[in-house]
């Protein structure tokens, strides 16, 4: 194998779509995951794509989520061309029920131009739904292990080479010459050389830049969610209360999110957390009570200390460059994030 254009490290969905746009521009690839490629935070997430809270969001991220929702179909559309994997983006909606939420969801709607219903009825049968809910018609939503399957495939059709159970412990000052420029990392006892390096580590970036007194904050914050199914789909919209929401999928699966914990490194799923969202789930819709258990799982959130992920070169070198720490946005704003870093780049 030649010297690369570019090496990636971190498979998540931010790696796996920076890979994919560089390769699109025509450039030579290679991929490196510790484990296996978008296992971590990316597999545990829910798909929906918006921000939770629009109206606390940083600016900046704020931006992100926005460009990122209006290039969302065009990137889905590419990809299950050119793999034939459908990933099931589609508008379903999201009724927001958070009495706390109401006013501020109303207001950030008419300032930004959303489509938004106040007089929304149809709810979703059995549900205890507050009078004053908002229904935003143009929120969609992602199923995202297949669309990580996609981008999986994708890379593969664009011959990015991808390293699987291949750590990179740090960068290692040594390999500098005096211009700041990085020439090559070692990984598994090998070195891989290349012009330019793009650090996608989620959670684990300011673990692995550590020791380049890089100024990178950014904390795992750990979230659970369950998984239950139905025969057939019972309703369409995503319903989000506060922290808590529904994603009804089309064949009748049904994901409840999700917990915010502040535990480090810790990914383990507790009863206490799946006792918290099944009260939520129960007392608002009982009959999810008629459901099957699936799935247990968790995920570690990179967060940022301002909420805006960091996006650019990495001080001290002139061909690292970071793109992590985008918390609870990270599927949403992953293919607009990609392209600004490629573009730094080519
Ligand atoms: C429960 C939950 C629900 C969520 N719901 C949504 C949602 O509905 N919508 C949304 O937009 N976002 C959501 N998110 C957030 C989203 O999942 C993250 O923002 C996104 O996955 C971050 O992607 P990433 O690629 O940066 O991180 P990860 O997916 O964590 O990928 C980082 C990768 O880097 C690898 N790595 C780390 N260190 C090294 C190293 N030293 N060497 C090599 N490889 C390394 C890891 O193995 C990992 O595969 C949710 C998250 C959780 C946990």
Not at 103 to 128: C, S
Not at 144 to 158: Q, W
Request: with cysteine; net charge negative; proline share 4%.
């Amino acid at each position: 194998m030649g010297k690369n254009d570019c090496i990636v490290v971190g498979g998540g969905i931010i790696g796996m779509a920076t890979a994919r746009e560089l390769a699109l521009r025509g450039l030579r690839v290679s991929l490196f995951d510790k484990g296996k490629l978008g296992m971590e935070s990316s597999w545990a997430a829910g798909g929906i794509l918006s921000p939770m809270r629009p109206w606390s969001e940083n600016p900046g991220s704020f931006e992100l989520s926005h460009q990122g929702k209006a290039c969302y179909a065009g990137f889905i559309s590419e990809l299950k061309q050119q793999t034939g994997i459908d990933p099931e983006y589609y508008c379903s909606g999201l009724l927001m029920i958070s009495q706390d939420d109401v006013g501020k969801t109303l207001q950030w709607a008419k300032n930004h131009e959303i489509l938004f219903d106040e007089e929304y009825k149809n709810y979703p049968v059995n549900m205890r739904i507050p009078a004053k809910s908002i229904f935003l018609a143009e929120i969609a939503q992602v199923r995202v292990p297949r669309l990580l399957k996609a981008l999986h495939a994708s890379l593969l059709d664009l011959q990015v080479n991808i390293f699987e159970n291949a750590e990179l412990a740090d960068l290692d000052n040594t390999q500098n010459n005096t211009q700041g420029i990085l020439q090559s990392v070692t990984i598994s006892g090998k070195k891989h050389y290349a012009d330019n390096f793009i650090i996608t580590a989620g959670a684990w970036t300011e673990k692995l830049l550590k020791k380049n007194d890089a100024q990178i904050e950014i904390e795992p914050v750990l979230g659970q969610m369950l998984c239950l199914k139905f025969p057939e789909q019972r309703f369409e919209m995503m319903v989000l209360d506060g922290g808590h929401y529904f994603i009804p999928r089309k064949d009748g699966h049904i994901l409840i999110g999700s917990t915010m914990e502040h535990v480090g490194f810790n990914k383990e799923t507790s009863e206490t957390a799946k006792n918290e969202l099944m009260a939520w789930a129960r007392e608002l819709w009982p009959d999810i009570s008629e459901a099957k258990f699936i799935k247990h799982w968790s995920g570690l959130r990179p967060a940022t200390e301002n909420g805006k992920p960091y996006i650019g070169q990495l001080e001290n070198y002139d061909n690292v460059y970071i793109n992590a720490g985008h918390f609870r946005k990270g599927i949403l704003q992953a293919p607009v994030c990609a392209r600004m870093i490629s573009e730094m780049i080519c």
